[in-house]
């Protein structure tokens, strides 16, 4: 018995760690799409079957650590996953061998089910109740077998209570892990490509999207590329009078705003305090121009709301450079952007600033 509890065991850990591989973006909330409540359940059962094949036979009696699959099926897919590996889980079990166990068992599984759904709802995984919901199940278990075989040696009940709680606490920690594991990657990943604050790029992760599209454009007689900087006029000021919170919901603000005017192509960044950039490949300069101006009055002419319920207008200086229009070579554009920036703001502010002449 010993023997095929452990293998059952084996073929638990390994299943843990393919679905967590397969489930990964949906292990840390219940709420996903059908189909995949179908395939957590389609998994789920599919374990449980395997789980029955290699389970220890005693008397005709099936022990093994089925439990668990339902346990996971309601605690990462809901009452959807939980009743299609409850459906697969009965077929294997009539189709490896139909008799009285077979029929006590099915009874046994079902109010496992129906306990699962009942104790484990909610959006997010309750690992906690998960666990009681484990020993739950090792008891209808242990009644289930009593009932089939009342002079059950004390053995067996010992090493299932053993195999089955360890095997449940396994599968809680390794899905836990990885969905844990998956979510700090998810952060990192973030934090090292976007702005906490406005949510779009950072300058590190821009300077690298930029260096590519610069060399694929001198290597294309027909590229076009504008660049746009674009500064907030008197931040300073905003933060003095209304706080530093408030400034962070008016750069929130302008990053929303233009992520609103920007295809999502287009490469937009947060690149200083106040100051932020945006880069469009394949753009005329006309068009460039165009679309700084849109900025502008995007700004000019909508005033943000803060948190205090105060109003107020906020008006940016943009400077924008074009290849080819303003240099022959990409790498230059930030140098000229940057100057048609500092011409726009020594020069009243609220205004696009360019050139037409090629340095």
Known sequence: MLKELFLNLTILITFNYLFTLLFKESLSYKEDRPMFQLLKGAACGLLGVFLIAFGFSYSDSIIDLRNIPIIIAALYGGWVSTAVAFAIIVAGRILINFNASAIFSIAAVGIIAILSVAVLRGKKPDRKKAFVMLL???VIFTLTLLLLVPEQPAGTLVYYWLISTLGGMLSLYI???EADARLLFKKYKFQANYDFLTGIFNKRKFEEISRLLYDRASRSASSQLALIYLDIDHFKQINDQYGHYEGDQ???ELGTRLRFLISSSD????IGGEEFAVLIPN???TKGLHLAEEIRQTMDGNPILLT?????FVTVSIGIAHYPTNTGDPQTLPLIADRMLYKAKTSGRNQVCSTEKKE
């Open 175 to 177: 899905i836990k892990h």
């Open 250 to 252: 008016v750069l929130k």
């Open 308 to 312: 205090s319920g105060d109003t107020i």
């Open 136 to 138: 739950f199940s090792n």
């Open 283 to 285: 753009c005329t300069y």
């Open 267 to 270: 490469p937009s960044a947060r």
